[in-house]
């Protein structure tokens, strides 16, 4: 009871409330499309038993996994208990909680393009839901070339009668403008936008989340927030491994499509948009599209792209990107890009907006760093030890790991003389709060659950995006632009300094 109770206050402290868990009698049937795969077996699972745990789903609610592979519900219910045993195994009556959750999971073995097979998913569901109201919540967790048989198949034959019926789809949304544009005139054949929620899982981070929060409701920074006391701002996503199983997907992609276009965009349309009407989801979205038309498509000569290459490490060597099977021999792919990006608006105008993201580099973290400008008439220049440049106050925004937020301060360092630090004003999350903080993929899950669109992609912000990152995709795919080599765990290459330093900008992370 007490889990319920915490949702309870979870979903009262959102705006929109869709079902009461204990009362309503309508049923959710939740059907992972692709339910043998990765995803849904890394986060799909773990998020949904999350969600059960933390009593956030409601009283009548059933998961099927559909998927050509050949399974009987205890299969499945197997492969989700091994999958949680390793992920959730700190909480408490954890083990008591998992079977009951397994109870509720079944699955249906069908093809992506059968109208039949999602007929008889249909009846089974049917069975389920015991005649009561029925809302139904599809993820399409496939690879994109069979998305739109599935949307097809579930629309036509497994659509709920009277309840609703959402589709969440996961990127790629396309690989180009046209591309996207297609996929979403075919999604339209058969669904609404309303029921179609594009994924985009660094939206459900909390400190992706926490930004707007930070932004409007605290006094001491939406007025520093522009091109008038802001210097540059950086994102940067690294990981600290490669494709690894991945490369087939990655090769077609390459990291521009795969992190920058839509998580690190994403995170750019947040920071950077005007204060929004109000928290609805039509208002927020309206104000990331207007923010997204007011920047410059992204020029050629403001990229720089990298691939990493095989490195020997104490005794250990490490693949380079090419080593992997399914990627092609003399791939030019990059799994690194920095960027520099501009919004030609009052509030940004001239202020760079670095990107930097890249696999089998030599961290895993992804940051917002907002430098601001220099104190004009600091009385105080003198009293650094340290080069100007670094006396200026830096905003950190940590995404992963260990979620914080830094703000670099210049004080005076104690005693009679008058030297000069910088120090950390810091919330680390861990030390602030016990509780775990929830992955991405549930919150999204709660969220399409119960119709709430703000951290999902509406199809025009899909085209704006897609505006700014498909001519110059287009040019170095044309132009064969050879990437800097890398070394795997490395810092990446050189160029990305270069990049920053035309610009007057320093990346925050060298030093960590
Ligand atoms: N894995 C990840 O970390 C992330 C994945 N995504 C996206 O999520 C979706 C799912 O990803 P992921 O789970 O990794 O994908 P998988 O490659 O694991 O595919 C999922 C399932 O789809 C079926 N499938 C795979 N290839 C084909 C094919 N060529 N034709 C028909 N069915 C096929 C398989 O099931 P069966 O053979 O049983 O039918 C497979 O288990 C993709 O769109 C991906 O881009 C997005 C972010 C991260
Ligand atoms: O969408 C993707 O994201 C993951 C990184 O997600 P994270 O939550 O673990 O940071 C990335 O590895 C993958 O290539 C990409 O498709």
Not at 117 to 132: I, Q, S, V, W
Request: hydrophobic content about 40%.
């Amino acid at each position: 009871m007490s889990f319920c109770l915490q949702c309870h206050q979870l979903r009262n402290s959102r705006k929109q409330l869709v079902f009461d868990v204990s009362k309503d009698e309508s049923t959710v049937s939740i059907t992972v499309v692709g339910a043998s795969g990765d995803l849904a077996k890394k986060k799909i699972f773990p998020a949904l038993f999350a969600l059960y745990y933390e009593g956030c789903l409601p009283k009548h609610f059933t998961i099927f996994g559909y998927a050509r592979s050949k399974m009987t519900d205890a299969e499945l219910r197997n492969m989700v208990s091994k999958t949680l045993a390793c992920r959730i195994d700190k909480r408490e009556n954890c083990g008591e909680k998992i079977d009951q959750f397994l109870k509720r999971c079944f699955y249906h073995s069908g093809q992506y393009d059968s109208q039949e097979n999602f007929a008889e998913l249909d009846k089974k569901l049917k069975e389920h839901e015991g005649g009561r109201v029925s809302n139904r919540l599809f993820y399409l967790s496939i690879p994109p070339n069979i998305f739109i048989d599935a949307v097809k198949c579930t629309s036509s034959s497994a659509s709920s009668g009277i309840g609703w019926t959402r589709v969440i789809v996961e990127k790629p949304f396309g690989r180009d403008s046209d591309s996207s544009a297609a996929l979403t005139k075919a999604l339209k054949q058969y669904l609404e936008e309303d029921q179609i929620f594009r994924i985009d899982h660094y939206l459900g981070k909390e400190l992706v989340e926490n930004l707007s929060v930070l932004r409007f409701s605290n006094l001491i920074f939406e007025p520093l927030w522009s091109r008038q006391y802001i210097r540059n701002v950086q994102l940067i996503f690294s990981e600290d491994f490669g494709t690894e199983g991945r490369g087939g997907y990655f090769d077609n992609y390459g990291i521009l499509r795969d992190i920058m276009q839509n998580h690190l965009l994403q995170i750019l349309a947040l920071f950077a948009m005007e204060t929004p009407v109000s928290l609805d989801a039509e208002d927020i979205r309206n104000e990331k599209v207007k923010v997204l038309r007011s920047m410059r498509p992204l020029q050629l000569e403001d990229v720089v792209v990298g691939q990493y290459k095989s490195h020997t490490k104490g005794g250990v060597t490490y693949p380079a990107y090419i080593d992997d099977n399914t990627v092609p021999k003399g791939s030019l792919t990059p799994t690194f890009a920095a960027a520099a990006l501009f919004i030609d608006n009052a509030r940004w105008d001239g202020v760079p907006f670095l990107m930097k993201a890249g696999k089998a580099l030599h961290k895993k973290r992804a940051e917002i760093r907002v430098q601001f400008r220099h104190v004009p008439g600091n009385l105080y220049n003198q009293n650094f030890e340290t080069d100007l440049d670094q006396a200026t106050n830096e905003l950190i925004i940590r995404v992963q790991p260990d979620e914080a937020i830094d703000l670099k301060i210049n004080n005076k360092v104690p005693g009679l003389g008058m030297r000069l630090d910088h120090s950390n004003l810091n919330l680390h999350y861990a030390a602030r709060y016990s509780k775990e903080i929830p992955d991405a993929y549930e919150r999204l899950l709660l969220d399409a659950i119960e119709g709430e669109r703000r951290l999902f992609i509406r199809s025009d912000e899909l085209d704006a995006a897609w505006a700014l990152f498909t001519p110059v995709l287009k040019e170095l795919e044309e132009k064969n632009i050879i990437p800097e080599y890398y070394p795997y765990g490395s810092r990446g290459p050189v160029g990305a300094h270069y990049l920053a330093a035309r610009y007057n900008v320093r990346w925050g992370d060298l030093g960590i």
